[in-house]
């Protein structure tokens, strides 16, 4: 994070240095892309305002103000800039809201808002970025993770159910109404030929069952056609014979990697240290809500897919994602949430 340090003097730096991964190649008008803006005087909280003059045309008035967080994810938010950036730095270190509340002298049910902001704004930006596709060597495998309707007694209530089970072994496979959502994993090995390539890129989706049915359109959508596509015997994955190079290794009978006589590694190794990287970072949140889980792992398969990258790029990233998006996603959910305040997952 010793790269922000310049900018976390005051809230008029902060905002600068915002503005300036906002709009590296100069401000726009977030109404009508216009670059014809005149800067006006800086709000209390130290962010710029502007004034668009084809807007102000437009409309018929003198002014058409907007300010470097008008049109995104920040625009509603009471933070300062400096708190932001702040919490954004400790958002990427992967810390949960307790211990970002702590590091940035906050109210713990603010940073929980933030984090849900941040973690739905790469979900939206770059989760369901469709045009991201694996290929080459791909490796698929599911995981189950436990959440249940953490805090919300009311949603036990609605499903007609007793309270989830703890610590005992369920028969068959789990699913998100047991309480246990399975995840589905992909992810495209690394060219290891390739001094210069990315780390290993892996997409997680988190299912409500594993059924070739729900997997089937993911693994369409994902994975280019005529890759290789290697998974364990579970015959969830049979139909990817039909598009892909298809090849199981069989943990059933002990085996866990081998080398075809064409030289491929069967495997799905890579996907098993993403699972335990991934637990570890879920472990940090203490028991997690179903509502957010898709969340947490967005920002987990984010974080991971740059981590190659310097910490000060990834940070960069993140950011451009984030002002990418207007906070539909973010706002849709608040809305199907209404009635269950944010502090409530967390206890
Ligand atoms: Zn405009």
């Given at each position: 994070?010793?790269?922000?340090?310049?900018?976390?003097?005051?809230?008029?730096?902060?905002?600068?240095?915002?503005?300036?991964?906002?709009?590296?190649?100069?401000?726009?008008c977030?109404?009508c892309?216009?670059?014809?803006?005149?800067?006006?005087?800086?709000?209390d909280?130290?962010?710029?305002?502007?004034?668009?003059?084809?807007?102000?045309?437009?409309?018929?008035?003198?002014?058409?103000?907007?300010?470097?967080?008008?049109?995104?994810?920040?625009e509603?938010?009471?933070?300062?800039?400096?708190?932001?950036?702040?919490?954004?730095?400790?958002?990427?270190?992967?810390?949960?809201?307790?211990?970002?509340?702590?590091?940035?002298?906050?109210?713990?049910?603010?940073?929980?808002r933030?984090?849900?902001?941040?973690?739905g704004?790469?979900?939206?930006?770059?989760h369901?970025?469709?045009?991201?596709?694996?290929?080459h060597?791909?490796?698929?495998?599911?995981?189950?993770?436990?959440?249940?309707?953490?805090?919300?007694?009311?949603?036990?209530?609605?499903?007609?159910?007793?309270?989830?089970?703890?610590?005992?072994?369920?028969?068959?496979?789990?699913?998100?109404?047991m309480?246990?959502?399975?995840?589905?994993?992909?992810?495209?090995?690394?060219?290891?030929?390739?001094?210069?390539?990315?780390?290993?890129?892996?997409y997680?989706?988190?299912?409500?069952?594993?059924?070739?049915?729900?997997?089937?359109?993911?693994?369409?959508?994902?994975?280019?056609?005529?890759?290789?596509?290697?998974?364990?015997?579970?015959?969830?994955?049979?139909?990817?014979?039909?598009?892909?190079?298809?090849?199981?290794?069989?943990?059933?009978?002990?085996?866990?990697?081998?080398?075809?006589?064409?030289?491929?590694?069967?495997?799905?190794?890579?996907?098993?240290?993403?699972?335990?990287?991934l637990?570890?970072?879920?472990d940090?949140?203490?028991?997690i809500?179903?509502?957010f889980?898709?969340?947490?792992?967005?920002?987990?398969?984010?974080?991971?897919?740059?981590?190659?990258?310097?910490?000060?790029?990834?940070f960069?990233?993140?950011?451009?994602?984030?002002?990418?998006?207007t906070?539909?996603?973010?706002r849709?959910?608040?809305?199907?949430?209404?009635?269950?305040?944010?502090?409530l997952?967390?206890?």
């Amino acid at each position: 994070m010793k790269h922000l340090l310049p900018y976390l003097q005051d809230d008029q730096k902060a905002a600068d240095y915002l503005r300036q991964v906002r709009w590296p190649a100069g401000v726009t008008c977030p109404r009508c892309g216009s670059t014809v803006v005149d800067p006006r005087e800086r709000c209390d909280n130290g962010l710029q305002r502007f004034n668009c003059v084809p807007c102000a045309t437009r409309l018929g008035q003198q002014f058409a103000m907007f300010t470097d967080w008008t049109g995104s994810i920040f625009e509603e938010s009471k933070l300062h800039p400096l708190d932001w950036l702040l919490v954004i730095g400790l958002w990427q270190l992967k810390l949960n809201a307790t211990d970002i509340a702590a590091a940035a002298d906050i109210q713990e049910r603010t940073a929980q808002r933030c984090i849900n902001l941040l973690d739905g704004g790469i979900y939206e930006t770059y989760h369901l970025e469709p045009s991201r596709q694996l290929e080459h060597q791909v490796e698929a495998d599911e995981c189950y993770q436990s959440a249940g309707s953490k805090g919300l007694p009311r949603e036990v209530e609605r499903h007609d159910r007793a309270p989830r089970q703890r610590g005992l072994q369920l028969r068959g496979r789990a699913t998100a109404e047991m309480g246990r959502p399975p995840l589905l994993g992909l992810v495209q090995r690394r060219d290891k030929a390739d001094q210069d390539a990315p780390a290993a890129q892996v997409y997680l989706e988190v299912l409500e069952n594993v059924r070739s049915a729900t997997i089937k359109p993911i693994v369409a959508a994902k994975v280019k056609s005529g890759a290789q596509f290697f998974t364990d015997e579970y015959n969830i994955y049979h139909f990817t014979k039909a598009d892909y190079d298809h090849r199981t290794v069989n943990h059933g009978a002990g085996e866990y990697a081998r080398r075809d006589p064409d030289g491929t590694c069967v495997h799905c190794n890579t996907m098993e240290g993403i699972w335990s990287g991934l637990r570890n970072f879920l472990d940090h949140f203490r028991g997690i809500s179903q509502r957010f889980l898709h969340l947490r792992v967005a920002r987990y398969e984010f974080l991971h897919n740059h981590g190659h990258l310097h910490w000060r790029q990834t940070f960069e990233v993140a950011l451009r994602c984030l002002f990418s998006t207007t906070g539909d996603y973010w706002r849709w959910m608040a809305h199907q949430h209404r009635r269950m305040p944010l502090t409530l997952c967390y206890r």
